[in-house]
């Protein structure tokens, strides 16, 4: 099997196989650190078999968090050694621990960070979310997120700062590398588009100097760290706010030139989150018998754009995330050259050892393969609210909601038992 195949990442790290746990924040740290539930979640993980694992995202400000329980590099540790605790709970079974650090920027919900109500989130220009037509929609979106304040040289600088800070802490602390969030609509990807970045000073303008702040960064994180530190990006496919595929190519090209280990494509953002797509249903499913090729590599959903990214960067190390749930639909993406590492969140949810027990166990059959999850329905007021709602990305909250309810079940030392896994 491909997947089992072993890859050396530029830095000299040999990662066993291609399958990663992606990144899915745990919604656990209160108020910021890392604490027991971290371990008994990743524990969980660390015994799957994985070829490298992604922790959630960790928020390099306090002020500004994605979600109040987010982990974040800005505070002293309360316990000196969480962060090493939790480095080597990940690694205990040798694979690769990579921290994914982010900024929201604009996407920055109230309540999720250590700032007043009335303090604005900060963004490269004042350019507010679109998250639906409607009224409501618009009314809701003011209210969650508002205009963001533009960012002085001082705040980008400060940005910079906390980046390197943040790889710091990782490094220090025993992980294996860090991965910067450049994709999903936050603060890097906000800084990457033309649609909300209309700077025309070093930072923006072009498409060049709106990667600038990123390049910055990934500098400064080797300056602070060392070359066998693992250095990743992941980063939007080109989509309706990432601007043309001439522009996506040379920020790429820049990023690439920076020194990174592994590009990770995925795509979306809160305005449109696509990278929650449900994929295939089931019965869909069911009813090919012998998959085609086409029909395999549909099922990630951003391999195609990889494909055009791996031929114009060949031996970049490109890893693919969104949409893979079976054995032969991996084979087929890391066959058809767009992928060198298969990227997996919400089927690492249900089935943490989802390697060793299903995709690398030869004992089960290519048909049995294939972590067929049921579409994410909920119940009562929530579900209404969903139903209801005029805001495009509910749907996508449903999803978190759900599957951030999996890791709590597994922060607390039990199994992810799902109804949504189909026999
Ligand atoms: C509960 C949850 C939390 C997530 N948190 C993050 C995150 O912190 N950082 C990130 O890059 N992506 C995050 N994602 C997105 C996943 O990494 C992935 O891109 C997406 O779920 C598609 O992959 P999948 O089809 O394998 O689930 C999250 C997804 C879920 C379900």
Known sequence: MLVQQKIT???????????????????????????????KLYSQWSHGGWGMILTGNVQVSD????????????????????????ASTIQANGTPAVVQLCHP??????????????????????????????????????????????????????????????AKRAFEAGFQGVELHAAH????AQFLSPL???????????????????????????????????????????????????DVMEQIKLTVDAGIDFLEISGGTYENPTMMAEGAAPAERAATHVPSRRTLERESFFLSFAQQVRSEFPKLIL????????????EAALA?????????????????????????????????????LRPVRLGGWKGWLVDHSPVKSAGAGAQSIYYVGQLHRMGAGEKSVDSRLAA
């Open 9 to 39: 990442l530029p830095n000299g790290t040999v990662l066993e196989n291609r399958l990663v746990k992606a990144a899915m924040a745990e919604d656990l740290a209160a108020p910021n650190d890392p604490n027991e539930q971290h371990l």
């Open 63 to 86: 002020v500004y968090k994605g979600a109040p329980a987010d982990i974040t590099t800005a505070t002293p540790l309360a316990d000196p050694s969480s962060w090493s605790k939790w």
């Open 105 to 166: 920027g604009r996407q920055s919900p109230p309540g999720s960070g250590n700032r007043s109500f009335f303090t604005k989130n900060i963004a490269p220009s004042p350019v507010k979310m679109n998250m639906g037509d409607s009224l409501m929609a618009r009314a809701v979106t003011a209210l969650l997120f508002g205009t963001p304040r533009e960012m002085t040289t001082g705040d980008i600088h400060q940005v910079i700062e906390a980046f390197a800070e943040g």
């Open 185 to 188: 609509g936050y603060l890097l």
């Open 196 to 246: 909300s970045n209309l700077r025309t000073d070093e930072f923006g303008g072009t498409a060049a100097k709106r990667a600038e702040l990123l390049i910055r960064i990934l500098r400064r994180i080797r300056d602070v760290t060392s070359p066998t530190f693992i250095l990743g990006v992941k980063s939007n496919s080109v989509d309706a706010s990432s601007g043309s595929l001439a």
């Open 319 to 330: 890893m693919v995330t969104g949409g893979f749930r079976t054995r032969l639909g991996m």
């Open 336 to 372: 058809s050259g767009g992928a060198d590492l298969v990227g997996i969140a919400r089927p690492a949810a249900v089935v943490p050892d989802l390697p060793t027990s299903v995709i690398m166990n030869e004992k089960v059959t290519d048909e049995e393969a294939n972590l067929r």
